[in-house]
Each structure stands twice: as structure tokens, then as C-alpha cells.
């Protein structure tokens, strides 16, 4: 029933960057937790990052941590994954996914802890 429509992503160099979004025109969003995963050719559904209701807290995996950033404006029902310094091993479809009051205190929400999902989105890193 929440629907989210991410945005932002395509092709781009090795060493670029990318801002992906997540938005619902529903105004809702600010009580779900958003959790990003990514998924590439033969390997699994990857979370790399989340960001909790308020914003307040944020956890990264090793794989992207230094380099990506989540962030969320909740009055403006949208939530962001700044990512920088982009390899080819980020090339994936990202999903974003949205937890109902979910905590990210220690850890993210994990798959069967998700309520919805992003229709997802292609990331190519290549030259």
C-alpha cells in the first residue's frame, strides 16, 4: 500500500557518483525505518545501509562505508543514498525498502523484516 518510486540512478565512470531517492507521495513515511539493499547478477539480495525514522542514526556495510551516505527529509517523504567514489563491484539493481517503526539501533532490518518495497533501480559503474 506505501508505495515508493526510486529515482536517480543509470551509468557512470568508475570514481563518480550518484544520488539515488526513494519518495511516496503518501505522508507516511517519516514513521518507517529505510533500508537499502542491492542485488547483482548471481549473488544475493545485499543491505548496505539504513537510516532509522528520525534520521538520527545510520549504519553502513564495509562494502560501501566511507562512501555512501543515507539521509532522509521527511517533509518532503523522500529518502537518499549519496554514493561516491562508485566501482565497478557497485554495479547492481538498488532497492530501497521501507520497515514500519522499525530500529536500526545495532543493526538494520533485514529481508523478512520489510513492509514494502522500491521497484528498484540499475546502477552500472563501467568505463
Known amino acids: 500500500q506505501l508505495q515508493l518510486v526510486e529515482s536517480g540512478g543509470g551509468l557512470v565512470q568508475p570514481g563518480g557518483s550518484l544520488r539515488l531517492s526513494c519518495a511516496t507521495s503518501q505522508y507516511t513515511l517519516d514513521y518507517y525505518a529505510i533500508v537499502w539493499f542491492r542485488q547483482a547478477p548471481g549473488k544475493e539480495r545485499e543491505g548496505i545501509s539504513c537510516?532509522?525514522?528520525?534520521?538520527?542514526?545510520?549504519h553502513y556495510a564495509d562494502s560501501v562505508k566511507g562512501r555512501f551516505t543515507a539521509s532522509r527529509d521527511n517533509a518532503k517523504n523522500s529518502a537518499y543514498l549519496q554514493m561516491n567514489s562508485l566501482k565497478p563491484e557497485d554495479t547492481a539493481n538498488y532497492y530501497c525498502?521501507?520497515?514500519?517503526?522499525?530500529?536500526?539501533?545495532?543493526?538494520?532490518?533485514?529481508?523478512?523484516?520489510?513492509?514494502?518495497w522500491g521497484q528498484g533501480i540499475q546502477v552500472t559503474v563501467s568505463s
Open positions: 525498502a521501507a520497515d514500519l517503526w522499525g530500529t536500526v539501533d545495532g543493526d538494520c532490518p533485514h529481508l523478512g523484516d520489510i513492509d514494502y
Open positions: 537510516i532509522s525514522p528520525d534520521g538520527s542514526t545510520t
